[in-house]
């Protein structure tokens, strides 16, 4: 038996549209992730970037479950004395969600050339209007919540 390695000419991606309004931020980040780098496909392969354009909407309606919108908290410096700063999660997705869900989902991809390459197909809006009409997203979104929801059970 042969493992099965995608060539870049036959890798076929697809457009999905996920409407964020009242999905966890954590789980919904997982599902998106895994469908960027491929996982969702048969012919899913570790080294090649066979993953689908994933468009997400609703981003500032997306839920996180407990305190976290206190506790977890970015961390940056300047580099400078004094230059330590540190941004609650509740913080940051009142400035700017959109921002915040993708880097949230990115997160989840390796870190490498080809994560990179992976979350060039992650388009993520605040709202629910967006600009990829044009190539016709179908809407999992009711996939994911079954998925959800048969993890919380």
């Known amino acids: 038996m042969k493992?099965?390695?995608a060539k870049p000419q036959e890798i076929e991606r697809d457009w999905?549209?996920?409407d964020a309004t009242d999905l966890v931020l954590g789980r919904l980040s997982a599902r998106v992730a895994s469908m960027l780098r491929g996982?969702?496909?048969?012919?899913f392969t570790p080294n090649a970037d066979t993953g689908d354009h994933v468009v997400v909407i609703n981003a500032d309606k997306v839920r996180v479950t407990s305190d976290k919108l206190l506790t977890k908290i970015k961390y940056r410096h300047s580099g400078y004395p004094g230059g330590f700063k540190q941004i609650p999660l509740g913080r940051l997705m009142e400035k700017d969600p959109a921002e915040t869900v993708r880097r949230v989902i990115v997160g989840m991809l390796p870190h490498t050339a080809l994560g990179r390459?992976?979350?060039?197909k992650l388009k993520v809006y605040a709202g629910a209007a967006h600009p990829h009409e044009a190539?016709?997203?179908v809407d999992i979104t009711a996939d994911i919540r079954k998925h959800v929801n048969r993890e919380e059970a």
């Open 117 to 120: 390459q992976m979350a060039r």
């Open 3 to 5: 493992s099965y390695l």
């Open 135 to 137: 190539q016709q997203p």
């Open 39 to 43: 996982k969702h496909k048969p012919t």
């Open 16 to 18: 999905y549209l996920v």
